[in-house]
């Protein structure tokens, strides 16, 4: 059916949201209505080429950013290794890091003397986490990294170095003994070098993005953690309770009223007592 001035309406496509009955596959815009969809459509158009080159130029702000940043992360990192355990106690401190340390891994962290992590200079494309560590009894490499990219295929990728332990001393072995055992349902284990040796799903790796965007950026904040609390009137009571000093204060102050409401007390029996005299 012809349109108004000779003009035949033309279909718009729909997004397959589901299945669609005959009638909306088959729907037909007045002209009015299509008009507006096309330019609705070369606006958008428009948007999407601004938003595709605002990234681009977001990344060369990045790019330069990052290099002005990375003597500044090299310099902290020489006057961290000034500071006994940093790295180890900065790692307790955050919540979801020491959520998967054990007690031995974080015995084995002691030992880590310095972190590092890299975008890569294109910065859309990965970034490597570089732990170094003094010599230990745990293992024989002095740097274990774990690295992000693009696949192949496009999509995520890690890989990380294969960790040398020493005899007896593989922090892993107990999850492997674990899923050895043949349990339809074993324990789920998941412990801080188990989460270093996974590569299964890189896009779901919160503990890389944790490190790289929360702990790398500015790892003193959770050294001084305790020290914050401290300072903001929070501490622990002999049950290892946490207790608050303004708690404290206002409880003292009930307790120093009671007093004064007792010595007002005495003071009247001692009145009514001369009285009767």
């Given at each position: 059916?012809?349109?108004?001035?000779?003009?035949?309406?033309?279909?718009?496509?729909?997004?397959?949201?589901?299945?669609?009955?005959?009638?909306?596959?088959?729907?037909?815009?007045?002209?009015?209505?299509?008009?507006?969809?096309?330019?609705?459509?070369?606006?958008?158009?428009?948007?999407?080429?601004?938003?595709e080159k605002a990234s681009e130029e977001i990344l060369k702000v990045e790019q330069k950013y990052n290099k002005l940043r990375k003597p500044l992360f090299e310099k902290r990192n020489e006057i961290i290794k000034k500071i006994p355990n940093f790295w180890v106690t900065a790692f307790v401190n955050?919540?979801?890091?020491?959520?998967?340390?054990?007690?031995?891994?974080?015995?084995?962290?002691?030992?880590?003397?310095?972190?590092?992590v890299e975008e890569f200079e294109d910065i859309k494309s990965g970034y490597r986490i570089k732990f170094h560590f003094d010599e230990n009894p745990y293992f024989e490499n002095d740097m274990l990294t774990k690295e992000f990219h693009l696949g192949s295929s496009g999509d995520p990728a890690s890989q990380s170095t294969p960790i040398k332990w020493k005899p007896d001393m593989d922090l892993t072995a107990k999850a492997k003994e674990e899923k050895s055992t043949g349990k339809k349902r074993p324990r789920e284990t998941r412990t801080y070098f188990n989460w270093f040796a996974d590569n299964g799903d890189p896009s779901a790796d919160d503990i890389a993005e944790v490190i790289k965007d929360d702990m790398w950026p500015n790892p003193l904040q959770y050294f001084l953690v305790p020290d914050i609390?401290?300072?903001?009137?929070?501490?622990?009571?002999?049950?290892?309770?946490?207790?608050?000093?303004?708690?404290?204060?206002?409880?003292?102050?009930?307790?120093?009223?009671?007093?004064?409401?007792?010595?007002e007390d005495e003071e009247g029996e001692e009145g009514g007592e001369d009285g009767d005299e």
């Open positions: 059916m012809s349109a108004p001035g000779g003009a035949t309406a033309k279909k718009v496509r729909k997004v397959d949201a589901g299945p669609a009955s005959e009638s909306e596959e088959n729907k037909e815009y007045d002209p009015e209505t299509q008009k507006a969809l096309e330019e609705i459509d070369g606006c958008q158009n428009e948007i999407d080429a601004l938003n955050h919540p979801q890091i020491s959520a998967i340390l054990e007690e031995d891994e974080e015995e084995c962290l002691h030992y880590l003397s310095q972190l590092e609390e401290v300072e903001n009137g929070l501490g622990e009571d002999e049950d290892g309770q946490a207790w608050d000093g303004d708690e404290d204060d206002e409880e003292a102050e009930g307790e120093e009223d009671e007093e004064d409401l007792v010595d």
